[in-house]
């Protein structure tokens, strides 16, 4: 265990999880206190100000406590927030169209969340990408690296990617049923295509646990496809938001699409090929997998590593 982390073991998991609920209450808190301040702000930008504000708050209990970790599951608590907070300000009914976008929005996050949960020890474990960074980084970290890059630039890519969803809510228009049914299909595949994903990960990982394979890394089901389906899953979503704004105002709202695209290069460029490295360096014969397989797209298996 890092000795930054040591100090966190006698918190145990329930504890833990007690510790950052109580985390993501302040923040709540402090987000709806700076609201009190915002009179007359449109709701996207207050919005905004107080994802900011939260993010913030999340970010200083993460350093007090010595793990980002902590900010983790920001990213699927953020977007129902978000969501009922711009239908709340419209002031107005729901239609077909909010209706089904927030049902994606909410069966996407509540997914994510119990994965997350489930698959967390404990503030004795922090993700490793944060403690590759720390190392790297160790006197520019808290600033630049914890609170810039782990904190506050998922939480600005997470509000542009809901963009979308900001326009479905607050528009005038007349959203297309059909589109929207196409839109919601997708959303909730892409939630279903990472829960298959990461389940038949997490069986492997048991069975390894168990010495019931001696296989360094998972190749079938999903995994088969791509080397990161649930990746692909998560982008998806993204894209299933886009098409509801496209349902919901034509092409004069494509440009809100630049949040899902946002995702896709961050996914492509910056994750999966991060976890490719990692994978490489630990696990014998990845390398090789990855000539014979495909990085993000899900098309039929090439070859068997």
Same mark, same amino acid.
């Given at each position: ?18 510790? @950052? ?48 970790? @902590? ?30 976008? =927030? ?8 997914? =994510? ?7 967390? /020890? ?15 980084? /160790? ?106 704004? =496209? ?25 999966? /090929? ?20 495909? =990085?993000?797209?899900?098309?039929? /298996?090439?070859?068997?590593?």
């Amino acid at each position: 265990m890092n000795p930054h982390l040591a100090k966190n073991a006698k918190y145990g998991k329930s504890r833990s999880l007690l510790i @950052v609920t109580s985390a993501y209450t302040l923040a709540l808190v402090g987000a709806v206190i700076s609201h009190w301040y915002m009179a007359g702000l449109a709701p996207l930008w207050a919005a905004l100000a107080m994802d900011l504000v939260a993010t913030v708050i999340i970010w200083a209990i993460g350093a007090y406590i010595s793990n980002a970790s @902590v900010y983790d599951p920001y990213w699927s608590i953020i977007p129902p927030a978000l969501a009922l907070y711009w239908l709340g300000a419209s002031g107005g009914g729901m239609s077909t169209g909010q209706m089904l976008v =927030l049902i994606v929005i909410f069966f996407w996050a509540f997914r =994510l969340t119990v994965n997350w949960m489930r698959d967390w /020890p404990g503030l004795d474990h922090e993700d490793w990408r944060y403690q590759e960074m720390r190392a790297n980084n /160790p006197k520019s970290y808290l600033l630049v690296s914890n609170l810039l890059g782990i904190n506050v630039f998922p939480t600005v890519l997470v509000f542009i990617g809901m963009l979308p969803v900001y326009l479905v809510m607050t528009g005038e228009g007349t959203s297309n049923p059909i589109l929207d049914y196409i839109a919601a299909a997708i959303g909730i595949g892409a939630a279903i295509i990472q829960f298959v994903s990461d389940e038949q990960m997490r069986t492997f990982r048991k069975r390894q646990r168990n010495n019931e394979t001696n296989r360094a890394f998972y190749t079938d089901g999903l995994w088969a496809w791509s080397r990161h389906p649930n990746y692909f899953g998560e982008v998806a979503m993204w894209f299933s938001l886009w098409l509801f704004a =496209l349902s919901a105002g034509g092409l004069d709202y494509a440009w809100s699409g630049i949040g899902w695209v946002a995702m896709l290069c961050l996914f492509l460029f910056v994750s999966c /090929p991060w976890m490719d490295r990692r994978s490489a360096a630990k696990r014998e014969g990845y390398a090789e997998h990855i000539k014979n397989s495909n =990085l993000f797209l899900m098309t039929p /298996p090439r070859k068997k590593a």
